[in-house]
């Protein structure tokens, strides 16, 4: 048996965890490949035209893998925390997917709080669905979460290390399926090493200082993954020069959320919204904004 698991969307979340829960019970898995336009095209053809890019981009992996695995991995959630839930995407994804890919056998989960089904619930009901006891499937389950947590863990504390050096520094802040897309960020990431500018991101924020960097900005955002971008701007923006703010078009939470972004960071700060794999005027924008980052940075050095 093989799990495909799509490169896009909740991946960028929880793909360490999957991965380390299917190793632990020896299950054999595959990962899409990067996105790429056939994927992009794909998607654009499965989709709704309203959907957003990440979402397009979700459906394309999705149908990349057809063929090539027994099962996809396609989770649904609606909320991770108390009193708040996520974008109506992921509410949507299992049974979107399952209408679209109809010959295609769907492997899922579903987390809502609301209703009482918590993460390790989930995983346990996975693992049962997948033929295990609930004893070893709930020891797979605390050892993917520590697996996460030790990897999470490192990677915040070497983003600590790279805040202490002399380098022009960036924050590049938006969802993590965005900021590490191959086509969506990745154009990004490689001009800002090009330029020899230490890039520091969102996502790599201890989960204690979200609500209460969140607040400084908003008290009112109830989207859990919006507000870790929230709360890492808050939080990093005296530490970095500058903060890239990426989106893709046309996310409904991110069009709010950003709204509210620019009006109270005051750091300099760079929108973009990605609307398809074209990166036309890209480097013009990132040359603009390079340069008025350039004054502060020589400003305070």
């Not at 009901?125 to 070893?136: A, R």
């Not at 972004?261 to 760079?270: A, D, G, H, Q, S």
């Not at 013009?284 to 400003?299: C, H, N, S």
Request: charged share 25%; net charge positive.
């Amino acid at each position: 048996m093989k799990i495909g698991i799509p490169r896009a969307l909740l991946y960028y979340y929880d793909g360490i965890m999957w991965k380390y829960f299917l190793e632990k019970l020896n299950v054999s898995y595959i990962v899409s490949e990067h996105t790429n336009k056939q994927i992009i095209k794909n998607g654009e053809s499965l989709a709704d035209s309203e959907a957003c890019l990440s979402l397009k981009i979700f459906l394309g992996q999705v149908k990349s893998l057809e063929k090539k695995c027994d099962y996809i991995l396609v989770p649904r959630m609606y909320s991770i925390k108390k009193y708040e839930q996520v974008c109506t995407n992921f509410n949507c994804l299992y049974d979107l997917t399952k209408n679209l890919f109809q010959d295609t056998k769907i492997l899922h989960y579903n987390i809502d709080l609301t209703e009482g089904k918590s993460e390790v619930l989930a995983y346990t009901k996975l693992g049962s669905t997948l033929g295990f006891s609930y004893i070893d499937s709930y020891n797979a389950y605390c050892y993917a979460k520590r697996k996460k947590e030790l990897y999470f863990k490192d990677k915040i504390l070497n983003q600590r290390e790279k805040l202490k050096t002399s380098k022009m520094k960036i924050l590049f802040a938006g969802h993590p399926y965005n900021l590490y897309d191959e086509i969506i960020g990745k154009d990004i990431i490689n001009y800002l090493e090009i330029n020899n500018i230490e890039i520091i991101y969102s996502d790599l924020l201890e989960t204690g200082f979200v609500d209460s960097e969140c607040y400084k900005i908003s008290t009112d955002i109830h989207w859990t993954h919006s507000k870790k971008v929230m709360a890492a701007i808050e939080y990093y923006q005296d530490q970095v020069d500058g903060i890239i703010l990426l989106s893709t078009f046309p996310c409904g939470p991110d069009s709010l959320a950003n709204e509210i972004i620019k009006r109270k960071v005051k750091t300099p700060l760079l929108t973009i919204t990605k609307e398809s794999f074209s990166n036309t005027g890209l480097v013009t924008r990132l040359d603009a904004f390079f340069d008025i980052m350039k004054v502060k940075y020589e400003r305070n050095h």
